[in-house]
Every structure is written in structure tokens, then in C-alpha cells.
Nanobody, 121 residues
């Protein structure tokens, strides 16, 4: 499986942005998909996660109420809608997939290439 992320760019604080991640082959029903981010000088952290079969979601506290993760099982795509963006959301965002339902990036075994999101103040 290859994951292709898209949708990054430069926005102003308070703006919205949508990231998308498309899989090259059908995503397994027992997979879990996540969005992670890594800001300069910081460790990679989970942003949101969704189970492919049930669509159950998890959000980091820092993005709850602002970000929404969703899946499109027909198009084999997972999206991250980001509203109310803040400068501290600036990071490279990665989509990832794996079998373990975990918030640790170490347990995800398939990664997209990353897309840069920059939020100006």
C-alpha cells in the first residue's frame, strides 16, 4: 500500500484547510488510519485517528473541536478537515495506516510522504 497526502499550504490564523490521503490499493477493513504531524524541533505526534471498518475516531486534545477526520471507503481516502487553524498547528502532516489501534507513530507501518501546513499569525 502506498499513501499519497495532499492539501497542504500557507494559510492565516483562523482559516480552514482540508488534507486528503489516498491509498493506492483498497484499505483493509481491519486497518486504522491516522494523521500525525511534526513541527520543527519537535517529535511527531498524533493528530487524529479513524478505524476503517467502524469509522470510530480519536483526536488529540489540542485539535478537538477544530479538526475532523473522515474516511471515504469508496475512494479509499481519509481526510482531515482543519478549522480555526492556529500558528501552533504549523507542521508537516503525515497520513499513516496500520493494524494496531494506537496513538504511537511507532506502531503505524505505512506512511504517506508528508505535506507542509503553515499557519501565519
Amino acid at each position: 500500500v502506498q499513501l499519497q497526502a495532499s492539501g497542504g499550504g500557507l494559510v492565516e490564523a483562523g482559516d480552514s484547510m482540508r488534507l486528503s490521503c489516498t491509498a493506492s490499493v483498497p484499505i483493509l477493513s481491519n486497518w486504522h488510519m491516522g494523521w500525525f504531524r511534526q513541527a520543527p524541533g519537535q517529535e511527531r505526534e498524533i493528530v487524529a485517528q479513524i478505524t476503517w471498518r467502524e469509522g470510530k475516531t480519536y483526536y488529540a486534545e489540542s485539535v478537538k473541536g477544530r479538526f475532523t477526520i473522515s474516511r471515504d471507503v469508496v475512494r479509499e481516502m481519509v481526510n482531515l478537515q482543519m478549522n480555526g487553524l492556529k500558528p501552533e498547528d504549523t507542521a508537516v502532516y503525515y497520513c499513516a495506516g496500520g493494524l494496531l489501534l494506537t496513538t504511537s507513530d511507532l506502531d503505524y507501518d505505512t506512511w504517506g510522504q508528508g505535506t507542509l501546513v503553515t499557519v501565519s499569525s
